[in-house]
């Protein structure tokens, strides 16, 4: 099997889960699974020009179609990690067709939260492309929804996490430490969370808040918090994920604020690491948090809300250890490799046989 997706080079979701993966695939004996990064490392002075925008597509693409054609002949099944847009176009759909050209069985493995925007503005090309793979796999039954809508059938396969690797701590609901772990990017809304961190710090003044990652948006939330006449607020830039464990560690409260989103992983670590979470409501985030029994969910770009129940947290005795040891144990019934091994190696059997 091949497995084609993101490195840890980029920081964000797709490449984290696709790395779990590779690694719970490799405990496998009857699956020998080799891995094709979309952006592959470049040699020499190539390798500064990938770190300009826009550029690095330019000079990478090249290499990552030469890979694809010295490698996909060798595999049985293709395993094509997918975004939406541009991303989809120049990273799983070279590699859906160079598994057709080939012959071989092809599984695209759809992550984003755009979905129904994607497939609904770019049915003419995104649809007959996808189409093309032999089976379609999402990490929660709201994606399942939305390829339905869009008259696709797939299979959902929840994202997992390494418990082990995540240190677990106990919250009383005392701390007033606060932390976000998503990129600085319009539909993450993380502005929403900055608004409702200064609702916060007008009841509890030493409230922290700290906001690990990047994006086009940095600039605009730095300026916020400048507005808003803020204190205690971090920006630690982007942070490799086998880092992130001393963050969570620290914090006592984690804030999620996006406008669109499927599944996201950094919940779910929040969830392992013992870290309460408040969450908006957008996309498949009800699909892994429920209200008042694993975590707290609010509407979307509602910062007033946010806050209110951040606040909750603070202030209501037990109500964080009640949240976070019901999220602990979902964690170790749904998300974990031992939960969803038997599920992907089923369909890979399927695909190899059928």
Same mark, same amino acid.
């Given at each position: 099997?091949?497995? *084609? ?32 990064? *979309? ?42 990690? =997918? #975004? ?10 070279? #590699? ?21 925007? +994607? ?20 990490? =929660? ?13 797939? +299979? ?28 600085? $990017? ?20 030493? #409230? ?18 400048? $507005?808003?006449?803020?204190? $205690?607020? $971090? ?7 086998? #880092? ?13 604020? %996006?406008?669109?989103?499927?599944? %996201? ?13 408040? =969450? ?16 707290? *969910? ?43 091994? %038997? ?8 695909? +190899?046989?059928?």
């Amino acid at each position: 099997m091949l497995l *084609v997706a993101p490195s840890l080079d980029i920081i964000g979701g797709q490449a984290v889960q696709a790395n779990q993966l590779l690694l719970g695939l490799k405990t496998l004996e009857d699956i020998r699974v080799s891995f094709l990064p *979309v952006n592959p490392r470049l040699p020499g002075v190539l390798r500064h020009l990938q770190r300009v925008k826009y550029l690095r597509t330019i000079v990478t693409f090249p290499f990552y179609l030469a890979s694809l054609v010295a490698n996909v002949w060798k595999a049985d099944v293709i395993h094509a990690f =997918s #975004a939406g847009y541009w991303s989809f176009l120049l990273a799983p759909a070279p #590699a859906i067709l160079a598994a057709r050209f080939f012959g071989k069985k092809v599984l695209l493995n759809y992550h984003t939260g755009e979905a129904d925007d +994607h497939l609904g503005r770019h049915r003419r090309i995104a649809l007959p492309l996808i189409k093309l793979a032999h089976l379609i796999v999402v990490p =929660s039954g709201y994606l399942v929804g939305v390829f339905f809508k869009h008259g696709l059938t797939a +299979h959902a396969v929840a994202n997992f996490v390494d418990p082990t690797e995540i240190p677990f701590r106990e919250r009383t609901g005392e701390g007033t430490r606060f932390l976000s772990n998503r990129n600085f $990017e319009w539909h993450y809304n993380v502005a929403c969370l900055i608004r409702a961190f200064a609702e916060i710090q007008k009841v509890i003044p030493s #409230a922290t808040l700290t906001l690990v990652g990047d994006g086009s948006c940095r600039r605009g939330l730095e300026a916020l918090v400048r $507005e808003l006449g803020l204190k $205690e607020v $971090e920006f630690t830039g982007p942070v490799h994920p086998a #880092a992130m464990g001393p963050f969570y560690d620290r914090a006592d409260v984690y804030l999620n604020s %996006p406008d669109v989103d499927n599944m %996201p992983m950094s919940v779910i670590e929040a969830f392992a690491a013992g870290l309460p979470v408040v =969450s908006t409501n957008a996309g498949g985030i009800p699909w892994i948090l429920r209200h008042d029994e694993n975590g707290l *969910v609010v509407p979307a770009n509602d910062d007033k809300a946010m806050a209110t129940s951040a606040l909750r947290l603070c202030q209501e005795r037990g109500l964080s250890q009640r949240l976070t040891g019901t999220a602990r144990q979902d964690v170790l019934l749904k998300y974990t490799w031992e939960a969803v091994g %038997p599920d992907w190696h089923r369909i890979y059997d399927h695909l +190899h046989r059928g």
